[in-house]
């Protein structure tokens, strides 16, 4: 299923085992059994339908075959795991950030509230949990319970930070570590140790993984105040107006530029709030800190091609490197 979009290209040596992931991901809204009842079923297809960009499981699948393995039938179930995660946890999000849309598509909670939402997402985060089972690999459900834990932690962190100046530079590293990062660090550092690498290999697959994540989330973050929302299929100055200060509102805090405009917003009454948003946000994309945000995402970017170096030359590597790439050039 190549499309003309870059990153299908990149995908190409694992193209068929992808295609297979997104079927398994397809086939949890057909469960036989304790599936979900018919009226349940329809709506979990349609959320499961709407296709991402499917980053993590070819993270997945292209590390594993790093070291000349054919990704094998456990390879493909941890690759439908992560992805399956992602979704659930994206489920969550937009419900805990109302969001109205995802993307270019109407979210779970604003089709059908909260409840259905949070519940929806439940049923899809554990049934990734039983695709993790199927590796047999306790090193692999260890480490996939443990994102959870820092998937929620960030979330959690992200909103007990939110609406008041207490974060800084390291909490807003953690937090994209913990929501982020960690998730695409896990796809990797799975690959590797599904490929049978070695374990320098795999420590440096888990940094690629970690450093290509916190890449990805600065420039989330940034493209929030940069692309418009037709562009991004979700809303823009998003993170703002829900009170969540990202890198760059940080680094204009930081530097001074927009310190009083953002500290005047976050403790503003409801009718002033949208005329002080637009204030924050003149003063944020005014300054240098857009920029700077970018260079961090640069650094994250080069940090992540170095930690594939001394990974044999292959085209699974050659897709990796790509794939930094087209993180790095994202717009939307
Ligand atoms: C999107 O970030 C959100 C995440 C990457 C993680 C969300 C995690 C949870 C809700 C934790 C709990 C869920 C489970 C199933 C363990 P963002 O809000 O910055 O991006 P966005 O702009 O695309 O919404
Ligand atoms: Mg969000």
Redesign the pocket.
């Known amino acids: 299923m190549l499309g003309t979009d870059p990153k299908e290209r990149i995908y190409v040596p694992i193209a068929d085992d992808l295609d297979t992931v997104i079927a398994n991901i397809s086939s949890v809204a057909e469960t036989d059994g304790p599936g979900p009842p018919p009226e349940i079923e329809a709506r979990l297809a349609q959320v499961l339908a709407t296709p991402g960009k499917r980053i993590r499981p070819a993270i997945t699948l292209l590390a594993s075959k790093l070291w000349g393995r054919i990704p094998d039938e456990r390879t493909i179930k941890m690759a439908t795991a992560v992805e399956l ?1 992602h979704i ?3 489920i ?3 419900t ?2 109302s ?1 109205d849309t ?1 993307r270019g598509h109407a979210t779970a909670s604003n089709l059908w509230g909260g409840n259905i939402a949070v519940l929806l ?1 439940d049923f899809v ?1 554990a049934t990734s949990a039983t695709f993790v089972c199927d590796t047999n690999s306790v090193r692999l459900i260890r480490r996939f319970a443990q994102t ?1 834990a820092e ?2 932690r ?2 959690l962190n992200e909103i007990l930070e939110s609406w008041s100046l207490k974060t800084n530079r390291d909490r807003y590293l953690q937090r994209i570590y913990d ?2 990062a960690s998730l695409f660090s896990t796809s990797a550092e799975s690959g590797a140790v599904l490929g049978e690498s070695d374990e320098d290999s795999v420590a440096n697959l888990r940094e690629y993984g970690y450093n290509l994540g916190m890449a990805y ?1 600065v420039l ?2 940034l493209l ?1 105040y940069e692309s418009n929302a037709e562009q991004l299929g ?1 809303p823009t100055a ?2 703002l107006s829900n009170g969540v200060l990202t890198l760059p509102a940080i680094l204009a805090i930081e530097s001074g530029e927009a310190r009083s405009e953002i500290s005047t917003y976050l403790s503003a009454t409801d009718n002033e709030r949208p005329h002080l948003l637009t204030v924050a946000y003149d003063a944020i994309c005014g300054s240098d800190a857009l920029e700077r945000s970018r260079f961090i995402a640069n650094d994250y970017i080069d940090a992540s091609l170095k930690n594939l170096e001394s990974v044999p030359e292959s085209e699974s590597k050659e897709a990796l490197v790509q794939l930094t790439g087209y993180i790095r050039d994202r717009q939307f």
Do not use: M, P
Request: aromatic share 4%; charged share 40%.
């Open positions: 995660l659930a946890s994206l969550h999000d937009d805990v950030d969001a995802r997402g985060f959870i998937l929620s960030g979330e929501k982020t989330q989330d973050d929030d979700k998003n993170d």
